[in-house]
C-alpha cells in the first residue's frame, strides 16, 4: 500500500474491531466464571451440564445458553415510562465500555509492509484522560434508567450511582496524579516503556506500584466504586432497592448494562496493569531484548510479531488477576451502607488521595531536580 494515510487509516480501523471484539469476549467468559466461582465459594455445583454437541465443557456453553434465552425473552416498557431515555439508557454504559477499550495499548508495534503499527488501538497523547472521560459518562445511563423507569426504586438507585460517582472520581483522579509526576507523561505506552528496561533499588522491577503504592492502593477501591460492583454496588441494593437501577429492566435491556459492566471490569484492570505493572512487559525481560533474541531466528517482522503475542498474554494474564479479584471480592464482602461508602468516599479517600499528591510531588521535585 503506497498511500500511508490510507494505511493508517485501515490499520486503526482494523485495531479498534479488534479491541471491540476482546470486549465483546469478556461479559460471557466472566459470567461463567462469577458462577463457577460463587459455586465454589458455596460449597456448590454451579453451571456444568450446558455445553456443544454433547460435550458439556464444564458448563462453558452456560453464556450461550443464557444469550440465546435473552435475545428471545419477552420484553416490555412500563406503562408510565418515558420511552425514549428508558429504551437508550442501557445503551449509553454499553457503549462506554466499549468505547473505553479501545485507549488500552494491547503491545509496543509490529511492522506491516514496511510499516510500523502501533499496538494501541487509538493512540492518544493523553491516554488515561480518555478513559477517565470515557468511563464517567457511563453513570448517565444508569441515572436515565433510574429516572425513566419511573419507579421510586429505579431513581433512588440511579441517584446513589450519580452520587458515588462523585464520591470516589475525584479521588480515583487524584491518585494517578503521582504517576504522571513520576513517568512525565500521560501516554500510556511512554508510561509503559518507563516501566522497563531497569530495576528499582537494584532488584525491583520499575513498576508504578513500587514508585506509588498509595495511588495504587487508592485507584483499586475506587475501582469497585467506579464499576458499581460490590462491596459498592448501592446502586443495585437488592436489600433496600429490590434491584435498584434495573428494576424495571428485562431480557436484552437488561443484558446491556452488564455488557457495560464487565467492559468496564476489563478496561480499569488494563488501565491499573499499564500505570502500576507494566502492562505488557515481562519483568527484568523487556520486549527490546525477546525481538533481539528472536530476530536472529525469526527475522526482524516476525519477531516483533511474536513478540507482540507473548506480550499480548502477559498483558491477558495480569488483567485476569484483577478480575478474580472482582469476583472474589464480591462473594467476600458484605455491601457497605449507603452512609458507609459515603463517609469511605469524601472522609478518608479524598484526603488521603491530596496528601499522596503533595508529597509525591515534593519527592518528584527534590529527586529530579
Known sequence: MDNPVVFELVATVLKVVLALVVALQVAPLMVWVERRQAALIQRRIGPNRVGLFGFRLFGFGQPLADTIKLLFKEDFIPKHANKVFYVIAPIVPALMGLLAITGIPFGKYVEVMGYRVNLQPVDLNAGFLYLFAVSALGVYGVALAGWSSNNKYALLGGLRASAQMISYEIAMGLSLLPIVFIFGTLNLQNIIGAQSGHLLFGFLPAWGIFYAPVSFVIFVITMFAETNRLPF???????????????????????????????????????????????????????????????????????????????????????????????????????????????????????????????????AALSKF
Not at 283 to 294: A, D, F, K, N
Request: proline letters at 3%; hydrophobic letters at 55%; aromatic letters at 18%.
Open 233 to 363: 454496588d448501592l446502586a443495585e441494593g437488592e436489600a433496600e432497592l429490590v434491584a435498584g437501577f434495573l428494576t424495571e429492566y428485562g431480557s436484552m435491556r437488561w443484558s446491556l448494562f452488564f455488557l457495560g459492566e464487565y467492559a468496564m471490569m476489563f478496561t480499569l484492570s488494563a488501565l491499573t496493569v499499564c500505570l502500576f505493572l507494566g502492562g505488557y512487559e515481562i519483568p527484568y525481560l523487556p520486549q527490546t531484548r525477546i525481538v533481539e533474541m528472536l530476530s536472529g531466528t525469526l527475522g526482524n517482522e516476525l519477531a516483533l510479531w511474536a513478540t507482540f503475542l507473548i506480550g499480548f498474554g502477559v498483558l491477558i494474564f495480569k488483567v485476569c488477576i484483577f478480575m478474580f479479584i472482582f469476583v472474589q471480592a464480591r462473594f467476600t464482602l458484605p455491601r457497605f451502607r449507603y452512609d458507609q461508602l459515603m463517609r469511605v468516599g469524601w472522609v478518608y479517600m479524598l484526603p488521603l488521595a491530596l496528601v499522596n499528591v503533595v508529597v509525591s510531588a515534593v519527592w
